[in-house]
């Protein structure tokens, strides 16, 4: 059955978020590993609560649309998950996702990860709901990611997955499936248990997972996709070749037709010089 799958590219700083409302997306995504790219640092959960919500809050004010946030492991234990929940909804985040790794972390597609016991992340879930009830009116989404796949299999992440959503969690994000059939397995176990439950696929790049379409994970249950590191990619991938050049030639000549447009930028940022500029409002 075909259901409404939401496209939610990753924005890791306001201009960015400004191209995914300008370019007709009805959500955002703050994904951890490019966050943490962009502070120069890898994806291995070094970076704090207030720095993430600080790319957050950007990312809301500048797209005034809904956002979904990578928490990783929710900065510590139970109390701190609380916390985050917290923070994330005062910064403008509509929801967050937390994953059942042992920290330090590792990005989802790379081999040997570890998974904490079900009973603790049902306890972070948990308690994550009842702040999101506690702060939002339980408006807030909570999404539990399951590693388990590539770890256990994929019977066992069906299995944590249901627990998770026991423990109180609006979505589940299965991560690192190798293959369109584990997605659709997946999917279908999830709508026999509990048809409330909405899902989260990542359509990340040089990873586990092929590359699908948005229309297909529609059809096979999914509720949205996220790209996460897409746009620091192809953003990293220009400043690359920018770089070479002018060490090169010694000018920007060579990469100035990839470049965008001053007119562009500023219709991006919604500025006509000699024309007061309004901060966007939520």
């Known amino acids: 059955m075909r ?43 070094l970076l704090t609560l207030n720095e993430f919500c600080n790319v957050i809050e950007q990312v809301a004010r500048a797209s005034g649309l809904p956002v979904i946030a990578d928490a990783d492991t929710g900065f510590g234990e139970a109390e701190m998950t609380v916390r985050t929940v917290h923070e ?21 597609h790379l081999d040997g990860k570890s998974l904490v016991p079900i009973d603790h992340m049902q306890e ?3 308690r994550s709901a009842a702040a999101r009830d506690d702060c939002s ?28 959503i026991d ?12 293959t369109e059939e ?50 620091l990619r192809t953003t990293m991938g220009a400043v690359t070749r920018l770089f070479e050049a002018i060490a090169r030639d010694g000018t920007v000549e060579a990469e100035l037709g990839a470049m965008q447009e001053r007119k562009d930028l500023y219709a991006l940022l919604g500025y006509e010089p000699g024309v007061e500029w309004r901060f966007p409002g939520r």
């Open 124 to 126: 972070k879930v948990s």
């Open 3 to 45: 259901t409404k799958c939401v496209g939610l590219p990753g924005a890791f700083n306001g201009l960015v978020a400004r191209a995914v409302r300008a370019t007709g997306f009805e959500g955002a995504y703050v994904s951890g590993a490019a966050v943490s790219a962009s502070f120069g640092v890898p994806d291995v959960g």
């Open 182 to 231: 584990d997605f659709h397995a997946f999917a279908d176990a999830m709508k026999a248990y509990s048809e409330r439950t909405f899902l989260l696929a990542n359509m990340t790049e040089f990873g586990k997972t092929p590359l699908i379409p948005l229309d297909r994970f529609g059809e096979l249950g999914y509720s949205c996709v996220i790209w996460p590191v897409s746009s």
């Open 88 to 108: 994330y909804s005062r910064a403008g985040a509509a929801g967050f996702h937390i994953e059942d790794q042992v920290f330090p972390k590792r990005c989802g």
């Open 137 to 164: 009116g339980g408006a807030f989404i909570v999404c539990a990611r399951t590693d388990a796949r590539s770890v256990e299999g994929l019977e066992p992440a069906i299995e944590r997955a249901k627990a998770y």
């Open 167 to 178: 423990a109180g969690a609006d979505m589940i994000f299965p991560e690192g499936l190798p």
